[in-house]
């Protein structure tokens, strides 16, 4: 199975400041047809994940453009601007391109 | 937007079957690849099983080959997950969940909860 290995763990940011997550897979995540299935989530406290970011950086419907996400191949980052009250939660990177899809650990973000 | 809704979860002994339901709000054309994702209590998330839209094509996660069964008819039928032999490990909310490798809709969970 594709092993997804974020980074930190655990992310206390000060309201306004940015913020920065990694995320590395044990294999290529490029699939046949080109595409890189690479997703992120972030799941608020009593909440059912919702979707940041597909496909390495494409921002969902109604997501702040404060979120962006970035990378390639088995180097991945999710990044948020300027840290709002809100953000607070788990965020989860999730590869699609092999079976099983698997996920990262999980970043807790939480206010300094 | 797409909403789902799980249900069927509850409290089973070990050894004991649950069957899982998920029904969409609305089913689109081409509504690919639908899926059940497991949390178990305060721990990170695990993508269990997937089917593609008529059903025929069927993949899980090596914990559960053999025990569970997901489900589908079509691209408007509602989505099922079979559960049989279950034991504590399989304690968890599950997720429906629509995109396949996109993962793009998730629904709000069910609690199964395996315990004597």
């Known amino acids: 199975d594709v092993v997804m290995t974020q980074s930190p763990l655990s992310l206390p940011v000060t309201l306004g400041q940015p913020a920065s997550i990694s995320c590395r897979s044990s294999?290529?995540?490029?699939?046949?047809?080109?595409?890189?299935?690479l997703n992120w989530f972030q799941q608020r406290p009593g909440q059912s994940p919702r979707r940041l970011i597909y496909?390495?950086?494409n921002r969902d419907s109604g997501v702040p453009d404060r979120f962006s996400g970035s990378g390639s191949g088995t180097d991945f980052t999710l990044k948020i601007s300027r840290v709002e009250a809100e953000d607070v939660g788990v965020y989860y990177c999730?590869?699609?391109?092999?079976?099983?899809?698997?996920f990262g650990q999980g970043t807790k973000v939480e206010i300094k | 937007e797409v909403q789902l809704v799980e249900s069927g979860g509850g409290l089973v002994q070990p050894g004991g079957s649950l069957r899982l339901s998920c029904e969409a709000s609305?089913?689109?054309?081409?509504?690919?690849?639908m899926g059940w994702v497991r949390q178990a209590p305060g721990k990170g998330l695990e993508w269990v099983a997937n089917?593609?839209?008529?059903?025929?094509?069927?993949y899980y996660v090596d914990s559960v080959k053999g025990r569970f069964t997901i489900s589908r008819d079509n691209a408007k039928s509602p989505l099922f997950l079979q559960m049989n032999s279950l034991t504590a490990d399989d304690t968890a909310v599950y997720y429906c969940?629509?995109?396949?490798?996109?993962?793009?809709?998730w629904g709000q969970g069910t609690l199964v909860t395996v315990s004597s």
């Open positions: 969940v629509t995109g396949g490798a996109e993962a793009t809709t």
């Open positions: 609305e089913y689109t054309f081409g509504t690919p690849w």
């Open positions: 089917t593609n839209q008529e059903g025929s094509n069927r």
């Open positions: 294999q290529s995540l490029v699939y046949v047809d080109g595409d890189t299935y």
């Open positions: 496909k390495v950086s």
């Open positions: 999730m590869q699609g391109t092999h079976w099983p899809h698997t």
